[in-house]
C-alpha cells in the first residue's frame, strides 16, 4: 500500500511543485510589501525579474537563474520587526498555515526556527548564521496563494 500511494505521489510531482514555486514566488513578493517584515530570504526572487532580489548579490542572483530556471522551491523564511512575542503572535494568528517543523507538504508549514530547528545551537552561533529570535519559516503547499497570502496579512496584521 506505501509503495502504490508513494507511485501515486510521484505522478504528480511535477505540478506540484509548479504549484509550490510559483505561490511561494508570490508570497515572497507579497511580504516584500508589509512595513512590519524588513527581510524576505527567497532566492527565487531573483528569477521574478522585477528588481525585489536587490538584496542579493548580482552573482547569486545569476547562479539562481543559471542553475534554477524552474524556481527554488517552496521554502522560504522571513524576518519581523521585534522578537519571539512578535513572532509568537504571528504563529498563533495564521489559520491555514499549520505549525510543524518539516517542509516539502502538500499542506502549508510555518515555524520559528530559533525555538525549534535551531533550539540546541546557542544564541551567539543562530545570530552568526541568520537564525535569529524573529525568523520565520515557510515551507509552501497546495493551498490557494490568495488563501495564504492572506492568513499571513492578517496574522502579521493581529501581531501589532
Do not use: C, K
Request: charged share 20%; hydrophobic share 45%.
Amino acid at each position: 500500500m506505501n509503495a502504490y500511494l508513494q507511485l501515486l505521489g510521484v505522478e504528480t510531482l511535477a505540478v506540484h511543485l509548479r504549484q509550490q514555486v510559483a505561490s511561494a514566488t508570490a508570497i515572497a513578493e507579497f511580504l516584500q510589501t508589509i512595513p512590519h517584515v524588513r527581510a524576505v530570504h527567497y532566492s527565487g526572487l531573483a528569477l521574478a525579474g522585477d528588481g525585489h532580489a536587490a538584496l542579493q548579490s548580482a552573482s547569486q542572483n545569476e547562479l539562481v537563474r543559471r542553475d534554477f530556471p524552474r524556481g527554488v522551491g517552496g521554502v522560504l523564511s522571513f524576518e519581523v520587526d521585534g522578537g519571539r512575542e512578535q513572532v509568537a503572535r504571528i504563529l498563533d494568528g495564521t489559520h491555514v498555515f499549520a505549525y510543524v517543523p518539516n517542509i516539502g507538504d502538500a499542506r502549508s508549514l510555518i515555524v520559528d526556527p530559533a525555538r525549534i530547528t535551531h533550539r540546541e545551537v546557542s544564541p551567539q552561533f543562530r545570530r552568526m548564521s541568520g537564525v535569529g529570535d524573529n525568523l520565520i519559516r515557510l515551507s509552501i503547499g497546495l493551498e490557494d496563494t490568495a488563501d495564504l497570502i492572506a492568513d499571513l496579512e492578517q496574522a502579521i496584521h493581529g501581531a501589532y
